[in-house]
C-alpha cells in the first residue's frame, strides 16, 4: 500500500468518523441547551433532568440514522479491505 493511498484512507476514516458522531452529538447539543433554557427559566437546577433528555435524545438519534451510520461503516470497511487484499 503506497503513502498516499494510505492518507486517502485515513482522511476518509477521520471523515467518516466525524460523519458518524454528528447526529448524535448534535441531538445532544440541542437537547440540552432547550433543557438549559427551560431549567433556567423555572429555576429548576436537577442535573439528572437534563441528562435524561440527552441520552434519549442521543438513543433516539442513533435509532435513527443508525442503518445509514451501519451502511457507511460497512461500505468503508469493503473498500479498505478490498484494497488491502488487492495491493
Partial sequence: M??????QVVREALF???LAVAP??????TVGLLV??????TQVQDQALS?????????????V???????Q???FAS???DLALWS
Fill in 2 to 7: 503506497t503513502d498516499e493511498l494510505l492518507l
Fill in 16 to 18: 467518516l468518523v466525524a
Fill in 24 to 29: 448524535p452529538v448534535g441531538a445532544a447539543l
Fill in 36 to 41: 438549559g433554557v427551560i431549567q433556567a427559566v
Fill in 51 to 63: 441528562l435524561a433528555f440527552r441520552i434519549c435524545a442521543v438513543f433516539g438519534a442513533l435509532i
Fill in 65 to 71: 440514522t443508525g442503518p445509514w451510520l451501519f451502511g
Fill in 73 to 75: 461503516v460497512s461500505r
Fill in 79 to 81: 473498500r479498505v479491505l
